[in-house]
C-alpha cells in the first residue's frame, strides 16, 4: 500500500515475483477498509506516508494527512477487522530534542518541523491502538538511513545522481549544496529494514527502539567520499539558497535496546553504501 504522494511506479522488476501487489490510496478509508477485509493480514509494516523533512516546510497540510491520516486508517480497519495483527510502525528521531549526544529513547522529545510533530503524532497513535484495540504494534525511530533507490529529494542520494549525470556529460561538474556543517547517524537502509523485520519478531509492542549506527558523521565527510569516487573532476559549491532554516546541526543515536533485543547490528559497511549508492545511480543515468 502507498500514501497518495508516492510516484505511481511499478516495483522493480528484481521484487515482482515475490509479492502480490495491490495499489491503495492510503487516504482512502474506505478502500483501506476493504483491502484490510479482503487480505486479513497478521502482519503489516506501515512505511507508506511523506519522509522529507524540507518538504514538510512547503506544505504542512501533508505530513499530518500522509503520516497521521493514514495510520488512523489503518489501525482502524484492522480494529474493524477484529484480527490479531503485528504492525510496525516506523517513526522518525526527528521527534528528539536537539542534542549533541547519542539519543536514547528516553531522551526529551521536541519535533521541530511539521514531519517531526507528524511522526510523533503517529506514535501516539501506535501507542492507542494497542492500549485500546488489541493491535500488536512495533514502534522505533529510525535515524538517517541511505542507499540505493533513495529518492533524490534526500540529499546523499541528490549528490551520487548528480555525480552520475557529471560523468554522463549532461550538467556541469558543479555540486551545489547547502550547509555541510551538520553530522548524521547514516545506516545502510538494508540494515535498516532487516532491523524492522527482527523487531516484528522479538520486540516488546508498544516500546521503543531507535535503528542506529551511533555514528555522526560530518555531511561534509560524507560529499567529499562521493566525489573522491568520481570518474571525473567535480566542483562543490556552496549555494546560500539552498540552506535550511531549521536544520538540526547532529542527530546520532543510541540503538543498545534494540541490540540487546533482537541481536541486530549494521552488517553493511559505509564505503560499500557509497559504492553501492553511486552505481544504482550509475546505471539508472546510464541506462
Same mark, same amino acid.
Given at each position: 500500500?502507498?500514501?497518495?504522494?508516492?510516484?505511481?511506479?511499478?516495483?522493480?522488476?528484481?521484487?515482482?515475483?515475490?509479492?502480490?501487489?495491490?495499489?491503495?490510496?492510503?487516504?482512502?478509508?474506505?478502500?483501506?477498509?476493504?483491502?484490510?477485509?479482503?487480505?486479513?493480514?497478521?502482519?503489516?509494516?506501515?512505511?507508506?506516508?511523506?519522509?522529507?523533512?524540507?518538504?514538510?516546510?512547503?506544505?504542512?497540510?501533508?505530513?499530518?494527512?500522509?503520516?497521521? =491520516?493514514? /495510520? $488512523?486508517?489503518? *489501525?482502524?480497519?484492522? !480494529?474493524?477487522?477484529?484480527?490479531?495483527?503485528?504492525?510496525?510502525?516506523? #517513526? +522518525?528521531?526527528?521527534?528528539?530534542?536537539?542534542?549533541?549526544?547519542?539519543?536514547?529513547?528516553?531522551?526529551?522529545?521536541?519535533?521541530?518541523?511539521?514531519?517531526?510533530?507528524?511522526?510523533?503524532?503517529?506514535?501516539?497513535?501506535?501507542?492507542?491502538?494497542?492500549?485500546?484495540?488489541?493491535?500488536?504494534?512495533?514502534?522505533?525511530?529510525?535515524?538517517?538511513?541511505?542507499?540505493?533507490?533513495?529518492?533524490?529529494?534526500?540529499?546523499?542520494?541528490?549528490?551520487?545522481?548528480?555525480?552520475?549525470?557529471?560523468?554522463?556529460?549532461?550538467?556541469?561538474?558543479?555540486?551545489?549544496?547547502?550547509? =555541510?556543517? /551538520? $553530522?548524521?547517524? *547514516?545506516?545502510?537502509? !538494508?540494515?535498516?529494514?532487516?532491523?524492522?523485520?527482527?523487531?516484528?519478531? #522479538? +520486540?516488546?509492542?508498544?516500546?521503543?527502539?531507535?535503528?542506529?549506527?551511533?555514528?555522526?558523521?560530518?555531511?561534509?565527510?560524507?560529499?567529499?567520499?562521493?566525489?573522491?569516487?568520481?570518474?571525473?573532476?567535480?566542483?562543490?559549491?556552496?549555494?546560500?539558497?539552498?540552506?535550511?532554516?531549521?536544520?538540526?546541526?547532529?542527530?546520532?543515536?543510541?540503538?543498545?535496546?534494540?541490540?540487546?533485543?533482537?541481536?541486530?547490528?549494521?552488517?553493511?559497511?559505509?564505503?560499500?553504501?557509497?559504492?553501492?549508492?553511486?552505481?544504482?545511480?550509475?546505471?539508472?543515468?546510464?541506462?
Amino acid at each position: 500500500m502507498q500514501g497518495s504522494q508516492v510516484p505511481a511506479d511499478a516495483p522493480p522488476p528484481a521484487i515482482t515475483s515475490l509479492a502480490r501487489w495491490t495499489r491503495v490510496d492510503m487516504l482512502d478509508h474506505e478502500r483501506v477498509r476493504q483491502e484490510i477485509l479482503t487480505l486479513r493480514p497478521t502482519a503489516v509494516y506501515h512505511c507508506a506516508g511523506a519522509a522529507h523533512v524540507a518538504h514538510s516546510w512547503q506544505d504542512t497540510a501533508l505530513p499530518l494527512a500522509s503520516n497521521v =491520516l493514514t /495510520t $488512523h486508517y489503518l *489501525l482502524d480497519a484492522l !480494529r474493524r477487522a477484529g484480527s490479531r495483527c503485528r504492525v510496525v510502525l516506523p #517513526g +522518525s528521531a526527528n521527534v528528539y530534542a536537539t542534542s549533541t549526544r547519542p539519543l536514547r529513547e528516553d531522551s526529551e522529545l521536541g519535533p521541530a518541523s511539521p514531519y517531526a510533530v507528524s511522526k510523533l503524532a503517529q506514535e501516539q497513535l501506535g501507542h492507542r491502538a494497542l492500549a485500546e484495540d488489541g493491535v500488536d504494534v512495533m514502534l522505533m525511530r529510525a535515524f538517517n538511513h541511505i542507499g540505493p533507490r533513495q529518492s533524490p529529494a534526500f540529499a546523499v542520494a541528490s549528490w551520487a545522481r548528480q555525480i552520475a549525470r557529471i560523468e554522463r556529460g549532461v550538467v556541469d561538474p558543479v555540486i551545489r549544496v547547502g550547509s =555541510l556543517d /551538520t $553530522h548524521r547517524d *547514516l545506516t545502510d537502509v !538494508r540494515d535498516t529494514i532487516r532491523a524492522y523485520a527482527l523487531l516484528m519478531e #522479538g +520486540s516488546e509492542p508498544g516500546t521503543i527502539y531507535n535503528v542506529a549506527s551511533g555514528v555522526a558523521r560530518p555531511m561534509r565527510e560524507v560529499l567529499n567520499a562521493l566525489v573522491a569516487r568520481s570518474r571525473v573532476p567535480v566542483e562543490i559549491a556552496v549555494d546560500s539558497a539552498l540552506m535550511r532554516p531549521n536544520d538540526i546541526p547532529v542527530l546520532v543515536g543510541d540503538s543498545t535496546r534494540l541490540r540487546e533485543a533482537t541481536g541486530w547490528a549494521p552488517r553493511i559497511g559505509f564505503d560499500r553504501t557509497l559504492d553501492d549508492l553511486l552505481e544504482y545511480w550509475r546505471a539508472s543515468v546510464y541506462g
